[in-house]
């Protein structure tokens, strides 16, 4: 299995998993990141692993680099290249910079919109999480350390409901 996979159990009883968490918790070398969430434990929207708003922030960021500097640039070449004097007054080195300042405004607008309409097929394993919790079962977060599989005999043991994989982190 790859190093640094993010891993998600589904348990259908919180005694089971305080029990797993205990157990997951004495390993050694200890896990990079082990967190029950559920009724009575760590909240939902604090993890970034679990919250899709934050792998949307994410993307729209990564977009942003690209698509800021490419509409500034895509603005002021409209603005040269077309025989249109919309903003005239500006003079002639104003008129493009304004076009070119257009035109990054829109690609901020656009890295918003395409993050938003990306969605991964992990999002559909959240949306699938998140459900189960709402069913009133219990998540147990579990990211091994760098170079250290994970436990996997231990997670059977505990029977979860479900094992889902986050891919790598």
Do not use: C, Y
């Not at 259908?12 to 009724?39: F, N, T, Y």
């Amino acid at each position: 299995m790859p190093v640094g996979m993010t891993v998600v159990v589904v348990l259908d009883s919180r005694k089971r998993l305080r029990e797993l968490r205990d157990q997951l918790a004495a390993l050694q070398p200890p896990l990079a990141k082990l967190v029950a969430v559920g009724s009575g434990e760590t909240p939902l929207e604090t993890l970034e692993e679990l919250n899709p708003a934050f792998a949307r922030q994410r993307r729209q960021k990564g977009m942003a680099l690209w698509l800021i500097p490419f509409g500034f640039l895509a603005g002021l070449t409209f603005t040269q290249i077309t025989d249109l004097h919309t903003f005239s007054a500006l003079g002639p080195w104003g008129e493009p910079l304004l076009g070119g300042l257009l035109g990054m405004g829109s690609g901020w607008l656009g890295s918003f919109v395409a993050a938003a309409s990306v969605s991964s097929e992990v999002d559909d394993r959240i949306r699938a999480l998140r459900n189960r919790l709402e069913e009133g079962n219990w998540l147990l977060l579990v990211e091994p350390t760098a170079g250290v599989d994970v436990p996997w005999t231990l997670l059977q043991q505990a029977r979860p409901k479900a094992v889902v994989r986050l891919g790598e982190a």
